[in-house]
């Protein structure tokens, strides 16, 4: 063998037969040509014509199981079933190893990289279900756990989208609710300040004209127990009197009594025109007419006037004082400080005061001896002689006192304002007065026959020693000597109530009328005792 070229000695090169001998020398070895192919190169080098390129093993491919209708039982694949079988893309094979050094060989052409083959796949075997009835309901597809299990390239058909049943199935729902709950949370945001702007923009008084609101459709009529429905009621029987004298003048009020012209009011009223005055009577609607005197009462502060030439008059309901509770509602009508027809509303305060007034003759016949009916119905000086209503809008006093701040209990003749305080005479008294008015011209007043210590500074009514006149204090044949009373027994009851001064006794006697019986409790000497007295008559203008 001859050394260095690796050559037996005396045989020639496989596939040399005929070449020449290589010159000796330095020379360049010449490259054999390669075959080219019998199409146009690919302009875009694409395998397999072209430079080799990286080729990646394609994803296993997995076909979709059709889904059998909700319902449906499944049949499980037969035995033996081949699965699907994946045949991988074989690497491209790695370039020959370049032969040492020395003489080449002309190469022999590079024969055309073999086809791919194509994936052969053994079809899965699929249960076929039947048909799902027609009521039967369609169940929606459910995706694949891996996304890139549905996507097959060589599969016939329209391209999809990995994913996009799970998008549609699963994000979508949740970006609706996401979206609905942002919707909701911008409308509270822009109710809450919608409703902040409003707030100030009312408060701050920003923008057009001011409009107050009023309400509407309130009912013509009222209730007739209401304070409005009593006087709508009464006020057409209510007059205010003008009285002037010839020293003095002054204002107060009356009622109807009756379709006569009869009108109740209080004596110190009319009392100016006693001697020769004018008294004018003015109705609520505006008429004025003349008005008379007819009798009148100091002793009770009563007095009635009469007036003509009026038709069509209505007289008020006398009620029943006796059963006036306390708390109950009443309503006062008169002409204070002479603004006609003003209406006040209260209570019943209290029953059974002792109330006296007047008292400007030196002999007291002008002391006016009330058990009167007290209320907080707003009376003041022109109130005098008006009505005093219950509920039913029935007379149950006529308005007489007041007592101010500044003075005791006092008429209103005087220009003391109300604090509250005011005093009524009972109605069942002052009916008994104003028929004896109106009968005979003058009242009567039941007496028990005696004269009081009214200096008497104890507990209690003491009988005098004696008389004004000098004549014996008990009444010779009257009620107090009849039932055993004498000069100096103190007298501290009636029916059982205390009675603690003369003027109280008075009061508690001209509560009754004359031939009532009254039970005394009279004290003598340290023993005290109870004694029957009935009362009689005197006659009083």
Avoid: C
């Avoid at 902040?196 to 057009?208: D, K, P």
């Amino acid at each position: 063998m001859d050394e260095g070229n690796g050559v037996p000695q005396g045989a020639e090169p496989e596939g040399a037969a005929g070449a020449e001998p290589m010159p000796e020398g330095d020379f360049e070895l010449a490259k054999p040509e390669r075959p080219s192919p019998l199409h146009e190169p690919d302009p875009y080098s694409t395998p397999p014509y072209g430079e080799p390129g990286p080729w990646a093993p394609a994803p296993p491919v997995q076909h979709p199981v059709a889904t059998p209708a909700q319902g449906t039982p499944m049949t499980p694949p037969a035995v033996g079933a081949v699965p699907p079988a994946v045949v991988a893309v074989p690497p491209e094979p790695a370039p020959a190893p370049t032969a040492p050094a020395g003489p080449i060989a002309p190469a022999a052409p590079i024969p055309p990289a073999p086809p791919i083959a194509p994936i052969a796949s053994a079809p899965p075997t699929v249960p076929v279900a039947p048909p799902a009835p027609a009521s039967a309901p369609l169940s929606a597809p459910q995706p694949p756990a891996d996304p890139w299990g549905r996507y097959d390239p060589w599969a016939a058909g329209p391209l999809q989208q990995p994913g996009a049943a799970a998008v549609h199935g699963g994000r979508r729902p949740r970006r609706r609710r996401a979206a609905l709950g942002w919707t909701l949370a911008l409308v509270l945001v822009a109710a809450g300040l919608g409703g902040l702007v409003g707030g100030y923009v009312e408060r701050e008084g920003i923008g057009g004209e001011v409009t107050l609101p009023q309400a509407k459709g309130v009912p013509a009529g009222r209730a007739p127990d209401s304070v409005a429905g009593i006087a709508a009621r009464a006020l057409p029987s209510v007059v205010t009197l003008h009285v002037s004298g010839s020293d003095e003048e002054g204002t107060g009020t009356g009622f109807v009594l009756d379709d006569r012209g009869h009108i109740l009011t209080n004596n110190h009223v009319v009392a100016p025109a006693a001697s020769g005055g004018k008294i004018s009577a003015t109705f609520s609607d505006g008429t004025s007419v003349k008005a008379t005197v007819v009798g009148r009462d100091s002793g009770y502060d009563l007095a009635v006037v009469q007036v003509s030439g009026v038709h069509g008059l209505t007289p008020l309901t006398l009620g029943d004082s006796d059963d006036v509770r306390v708390g109950d509602p009443v309503v006062a009508i008169g002409a204070p400080f002479d603004l006609a027809n003003t209406v006040t509303a209260g209570i019943i305060s209290a029953k059974e005061r002792p109330i006296t007034a007047g008292g400007e003759k030196s002999d007291g016949s002008d002391v006016s001896y009330v058990d009167a009916l007290q209320t907080d119905a707003p009376i003041n000086p022109g109130n005098s002689g008006g009505p005093l209503l219950d509920s039913r809008a029935h007379v149950i006093g006529i308005n007489s006192a007041i007592r101010s701040a500044d003075s005791g209990a006092e008429t209103e003749s005087g220009q003391a304002g109300s604090i509250g305080l005011g005093f009524a005479i009972p109605v069942n008294q002052a009916k008994r007065v104003a028929e004896e008015l109106i009968n005979d011209g003058r009242a009567t007043h039941p007496v028990i026959g005696v004269d009081l210590d009214m200096g008497y500074s104890g507990d209690g009514a003491r009988v005098d020693s004696r008389a004004p006149d000098g004549g014996p204090a008990v009444v010779k044949g009257g009620p107090a000597e009849r039932a055993g009373l004498k000069a100096g027994d103190l007298i501290t009851g009636v029916d059982g109530e205390p009675v603690h001064t003369g003027a109280e006794l008075i009061v508690r006697i001209r509560a009754h009328q004359p031939g009532d019986r009254l039970r005394l409790t009279v004290e003598r000497g340290g023993t005290e005792r109870e004694v029957s007295v009935v009362l009689g008559t005197a006659e009083q203008n």
